[in-house]
Structures are given as structure tokens and as C-alpha cells.
């Protein structure tokens, strides 16, 4: 995913969380409002093309992982492990796995950070 994925989606929220794979490649970003019972916003970039994604509980519902859900994309999102460093914004080793809902499924590795 690109920044300019990220730009064009103009996601609303105070802080965000983001996926990305062993390699680096960020393929789920959303933001959303601490304490807040709207939904966070966010982009996923999967098998080429970016779409938006949804998932309950602002910011605070995603820190640990969840249910992101789009228009024909659902993305589960588990944290796997302890924290990999320290910061404000410590990473986590977290799977992602990909649903379309015509059934095809992966499954990736990877690191969940979330904060500022």
C-alpha cells in the first residue's frame, strides 16, 4: 500500500493501526477516534487493488486485532505474540487473514503497530 492509498482514502480518527507483512509491504491501515462507539475507517491493498474497511469500536476496538468488513472483503485480524519493541507504538507479530466472500482465503504474517 502506498501513501497516496492512504491520502485518497482520507480515513477520519485521531490515531491509527497498520498490518504489515514480514517484508515490510503494509497491506491494512485504519484510523479512528479514542473512546469512541464509531466505527474506525480504514484501506486494505490486497490482490492489487485498495478498498475500504470498517470495524466497530474506534480506535480503542482495534488495538488488539478484530474484524475489519468492506463491500466484498472481510479481514480477521489476530495479535499472535508480546510486543517486538517498546514506544508508544510498539509492534506486535499478528496474522491477517483475507476473506473475499466468494470464499478465497489467505493468511498472512506479519507486525499490528498502532498509535500516533
Known sequence: MSEQDIEEAKLPGEL??????????????????VASKTAAQGVVKFRGGAQRVA????????????????????????IT?????????????????FVRNGGERQTLQGTWRCGP
Request: hydrophobic share 35%.
Open 16 to 33: 491509527a493501526c497498520s498490518f504489515s507483512e514480514a517484508n515490510g509491504a503494509s497491506l491494512l491501515y485504519a484510523s479512528g477516534d
Open 55 to 78: 470495524a466497530p469500536g474506534g480506535f480503542n476496538g482495534m488495538t488488539r486485532g478484530g474484524s475489519f468488513t468492506g463491500t466484498d472483503l472481510s479481514v480477521e485480524l489476530a
Open 81 to 97: 505474540g508480546a510486543t517486538t519493541g517498546g514506544g508508544e507504538s510498539p509492534a506486535f507479530p499478528a496474522t491477517a487473514s
